[in-house]
């Protein structure tokens, strides 16, 4: 089976610090996605890649960023965490087909609070 | 950009009854595909039924089938038979064909389903 790993699933961090979730899938999917999921809001998308060392922006990319070294793993970074940053982080990943296998494998979520 | 809406924020029915949530989207692509996906307490997303824009005929699987409409640009989740397993929040999403998927998903609100028992 697909195994896409975050790394925390509960996370409590202070206002002003640097934040760092990290995703790692096993099956060496070209693309890779962070989103965002809050109460009444649905899936937003903050960032996305699709091949190593290339990122591109989602919808809402603001106090984010992201790093790609290795095709496996995906990393997202609150350069300096802020309240209305506390959510659910969703990662995941897939095949770049376009194809009649298309869909995503998603990671189990991180729920980071600042305070 | 693609819009994805779906307008029951929450829906409850009892044990072995059929519900049906709905799903409109907005978009100007021709090929693409939709998706329910499934998440529970878990959290862990699960995908529930896809469905490929170019098939005419709706997808199944097990107890839960769809009812694409193309032209009116509506994709609703049917559920026979709800069990209490079914309990979770839903969310429909779209991928257009062209980009290898690289884009990512674009996702409705979600709903939350409640099964009664």
């Known amino acids: 089976d697909v195994k896409v790993t975050q790394s925390s699933r509960y996370l409590v961090k202070r206002t002003g610090e640097k934040v760092f979730l990290e995703c790692v899938q096993d099956?060496?999917?070209?693309?890779m996605f962070w989103y965002r999921q809050d109460p009444g809001l649905g899936l937003r998308l903050i960032y996305f890649?699709?091949?190593?060392?290339?990122?591109e922006k989602g919808d809402i990319p603001e106090g984010y960023s992201v790093s790609r070294e290795k095709k496996e793993r995906f990393s997202l970074i609150l350069e300096s965490a802020s309240t209305n940053q506390t959510s659910m982080y969703l990662c995941?990943?897939?095949?770049?087909?376009?194809?009649?296998?298309?869909?995503?494998?998603f990671g189990s979520g991180t729920q980071l609070s600042v305070l | 950009a693609q819009t994805v809406t779906q307008s029951q924020p929450e829906m409850s029915v009892q044990e072995a009854e059929t519900v049906t949530l709905s799903c409109t989207y907005d978009?100007?692509?021709?090929?693409?595909?939709l998706f329910w996906y499934k998440q529970p307490p878990s959290r862990q997303m699960i995908l529930v039924i896809r469905?490929?824009?170019?098939?005419?005929q709706n997808a199944t699987e097990n107890r839960f089938s769809v009812n694409f409409q193309k032209a009116a640009k509506s994709f609703s989740l049917k559920i026979s038979d709800s069990q209490l397993g079914d309990t979770a929040m839903y969310f429909c999403?779209?991928?257009?064909?062209?980009?290898?998927?690289?884009?990512?998903?674009?996702f409705g609100k979600g709903t939350h389903l409640i099964i009664q028992p």
């Open positions: 995941a990943s897939s095949f770049q087909t376009g194809g009649a296998d298309e869909k995503l494998f």
């Open positions: 099956m060496d999917h070209e693309n």
């Open positions: 890649s699709y091949d190593v060392k290339m990122k």
């Open positions: 978009t100007s692509e021709n090929n693409y595909y």
């Open positions: 469905q490929e824009a170019y098939k005419q």
């Open positions: 999403a779209f991928i257009p064909y062209s980009g290898g998927g690289a884009d990512g998903l674009t």
